[in-house]
């Protein structure tokens, strides 16, 4: 026996194919990668503890708009492929590097943020040690390279208002290598009013630095920093095996500043495991290794 349509069903049928796809202007999508590594730092002291650097990756652009200037890997979603496909095979495609911790942290929408038309894009950060990978750019750009990432709070100022607050924050975002340098000054502005809040990002300056790229830094510096406190992010970011001391230095690279030993090893106890395996270098006492405990409680 066939089931015949249903007029409810019929009639969506028939609003499908009369529907026009050109009655509302359709965006563009694309995606930003924003791509962060921990690596050790040049010490000329033997005896102490090599100091680590967070850096991010940026690709040069080949081509207009802002032909020459950095920039974050990105690419446009296609029709055929969902957001998170897109960012795994734009991170693929423009720095060859895959299989990585991937996690989607904003939807950029402003209107003008791209001359060339109306762009939507999603930004995603990865963690990757990049020790494993031999990240290259992809066509579209001519060159990819690692950049030191700094932000320093320069200016605060709060305003009462008749229904609340509103403070402002200024930011000074620097990224630099040994061969090239970018920066850029944001503003953040936080209006609270009926205890409703709004937040709003403003480039005041942006140099050598393409689109509205800095905000996408910072928004990820300030998330990455959020998130290394209760999640296990930071492992992305080292061997297999590494010493305490390791582990700690990626948390104060990232959180900016220095943590006591011994709470902090008490803190991050129970996300860790002892192995049998020591590290021996040449001026430091042997130092035992430890790897990530995947059964440690996320919820604590």
């Known amino acids: 026996m066939t089931t015949q349509p249903s007029k409810r069903t019929l009639a969506e049928q028939q609003f499908l194919e009369e529907?026009?796809?050109?009655q509302y202007i359709r965006p563009s999508v694309?995606?930003?990668?924003?791509?962060?590594?921990?690596?050790?730092?040049?010490?000329?002291?033997?005896?102490?503890?090599s100091d680590k650097a967070l850096k991010i990756l940026l690709i040069k652009r080949k081509q207009h708009p802002f032909q020459g200037q950095w920039a974050l890997p990105g690419g446009f979603?296609?029709?055929?492929?969902?957001?998170?496909?897109?960012a795994i095979r734009v991170l693929q495609k423009e720095t060859n590097v895959s299989h990585v911790y991937l996690e989607q942290l904003y939807t950029w929408g402003d209107i003008g943020r791209d001359p060339r038309t109306r762009v939507i894009s999603c930004s995603y950060m990865a963690l990757i040690n990049s020790e494993l990978y031999q990240v290259r750019p992809g066509e579209d750009a001519d060159d990819a390279q690692w950049f030191h990432v700094q932000d320093q709070w320069t200016q605060k100022k709060t305003t009462v208002t008749d229904k609340g607050f509103m403070i402002e924050k200024w930011v000074e975002?620097?990224?630099?290598?040994?061969?090239?340098?970018?920066?850029a000054?944001?503003?953040?502005?936080?209006?609270?009013?009926?205890?409703?809040?709004?937040?709003v990002h403003e480039i005041i300056d942006s140099s050598n630095l393409a689109f509205d790229h800095a905000k996408m830094i910072l928004y990820a510096l300030e998330r990455l920093r959020n998130k290394v406190e209760y999640t296990d992010i930071?492992?992305?970011?080292?061997?297999?095996?590494?010493?305490l001391s390791d582990l700690q230095q990626v948390f104060e690279?990232?959180?900016?500043?220095?943590?006591?030993?011994?709470?902090?090893?008490?803190k991050i106890a129970d996300k860790v495991l002892e192995t049998n395996h020591i590290r021996r270098n040449a001026g430091h006492r042997p130092s035992k290794l430890y790897k990530y405990n995947p059964n440690w409680n996320h919820e604590q």
Do not use: Q
């Open 19 to 22: 529907y026009d796809v050109n």
């Open 30 to 49: 694309s995606v930003d990668m924003l791509l962060f590594t921990v690596v050790d730092e040049e010490t000329e002291n033997y005896r102490k503890r």
């Open 77 to 86: 979603v296609s029709a055929d492929e969902s957001i998170d496909e897109a």
């Open 173 to 183: 975002l620097r990224l630099w290598n040994e061969t090239d340098s970018a920066t």
């Open 185 to 199: 000054t944001i503003k953040l502005t936080k209006t609270v009013e009926n205890s409703h809040s709004k937040e």
């Open 234 to 243: 930071a492992f992305h970011l080292l061997p297999e095996l590494f010493t």
């Open 253 to 266: 690279v990232i959180l900016g500043k220095e943590l006591l030993a011994a709470a902090f090893r008490r």
